[in-house]
């Protein structure tokens, strides 16, 4: 049987919103050494470009790298889409913090296109206006 591939992470967003998201994960489920930061448009000196190079050349073609990206049309995914757009590479736009976990704590052996499918189904479910749920009962 062929052995799966190793799963690699990178958040990208506009800002340090993935910096906050991987301190939160790191608070949740512990410091991971497979996830990759990218924070856009905060140094005027680091291009995007020059960071998503940056981590495509640790991806080797024996893993799978999972990309969350914070804005569809946005110029983070736009560039990500440029760049990252090859077969043992998986983009998701949009996220929040228990698609991240949902995501990262899945089963290697489970095929990650099935695993990036319920982890959105999931993660739409924990958006709730929650004033709007309480007054209804």
Known sequence: MEQPKKRKYLIATHGTFSTGAKSALNMIIGDMVNLYIIEAYVDDTVNIE?????????????????IFSDIMGGSVTNQLLQQALQPNMHIVSGFNLPLL???????????????????????KEQMVYVNKLINSK
Not at 53 to 62: M, N, P, R, T, W
Not at 101 to 123: F, S, W
Request: glycine letters at 4%.
């Open 50 to 66: 020059d960071q998503i190079k940056s981590v495509l050349d640790e991806i080797g073609a024996e893993d799978e790298l999972i």
């Open 101 to 123: 976990i949902e995501v990262m704590l899945a089963d290697a052996e489970t095929p990650i296109n099935e695993v990036i499918d319920g982890a959105i189904l999931n993660a």
